[in-house]
């Protein structure tokens, strides 16, 4: 585990066997350690994971591959995403762009067209975006995909590092007013 902070929220870097109950009781026992908060619970809803406890928590994870990352906050709504770099489709991603993006969006991958590398990681950048919005706002994938990312001016997305560089991770959170 690899944990990081900012002055806003906290987070850490899981490795990830493929369980997903291990995960959660992984994730639960570390938001128990640091919040002081051993009788605290992680349920996981319909609408996204809830932290059951004495204090109120904002929390999100996200796991992809052998990699789980979680960021909550005391007074920060957030949601977050991961996808590795190296993420094989089954469908080429402009195909998928086509199909659920926003079309100002799908211009700006095809501008990339020369270069696939750099098409897909802005592809990928452009999903975990879209995802991370879903979780923070707990509409989920299917009602945020179509928005156009750029449109959203009530939302902050921040790249995240993953400690080994090889997932692209986003943070989305509500801006200040």
């Not at 089954?90 to 211009?107: G, L, S, V």
């Not at 001016?153 to 509500?174: C, G, H, K, M, W």
């Amino acid at each position: 585990m690899q944990a990081f902070k900012s002055p806003h929220y906290f987070g850490a870097w899981f490795s990830h066997a493929g369980d997903r109950m291990e995960t959660r009781r992984n994730l639960e026992s570390h938001v128990q350690s640091v919040m002081s908060d051993p009788l605290g619970k992680l349920e996981v809803r319909g609408d996204g994971p809830h932290w059951l406890g004495k204090s109120p928590l904002h929390l999100s994870y996200s796991h992809s591959e052998s990699r789980v990352l979680l960021v909550y906050s005391e007074t920060t709504e957030l949601g977050v995403d991961i996808e590795p770099k190296a993420r094989k489709t089954q469908q080429d991603p402009m195909k998928i762009a086509e199909r659920f993006f926003h079309e100002n969006e799908i211009k700006a991958l095809k501008s990339f067209a020369e270069n696939s590398e750099l098409q897909t990681r802005h592809f990928l950048e452009l999903w975990t975006q879209k995802e991370a919005y879903g979780k923070l706002t707990r509409l989920g994938l299917k009602d945020s995909i179509h928005l156009e990312i750029a449109s959203l001016s009530n939302v902050n997305f921040e790249s995240l590092e993953s400690p080994d560089s090889d997932f692209i991770a986003t943070l989305a959170t509500y801006r200040s007013k």
